[in-house]
């Protein structure tokens, strides 16, 4: 068999979350950061946290107005498709 064909194994590999908890694991990489863990999701929190990168929305919404501005059909149907629906009641 060849050797150094596999990466360095660190079974204490320390990983660091943007909310400030730590902890161990087995990894090829020393030091892992991370944005979302098990102590701040929502799936296991139950509280809602918005995670928004680089302001992602506004980018979609500025190119949906765009191409509605492209098409012809101006401002006014920009404004009325990228602003949010309302229900329609139950008859």
């Not at 730590?22 to 918005?50: D, M, N, R």
């Not at 107005?65 to 990228?82: D, E, F, H, I, N």
Request: with cysteine; glycine share 6%; aromatic share 8%.
């Amino acid at each position: 068999m060849k050797k150094d064909t596999h990466p360095t194994y660190y079974p204490k590999a320390k990983v660091t979350c943007a909310c400030g908890n730590t902890f161990e694991t087995g990894s090829t990489l020393e030091q892992i950061s991370t944005e979302v863990c098990s102590a701040c999701h929502p799936l296991y929190t139950g509280k809602q946290k918005f995670i928004d990168k680089a302001g992602r929305v506004e980018k979609f919404r500025e190119r949906a107005a765009k191409s509605l501005w492209v098409r012809g059909q101006g401002p006014a149907a920009a404004a009325k498709k990228t602003s949010s629906k309302k229900a329609k009641p139950a008859k």
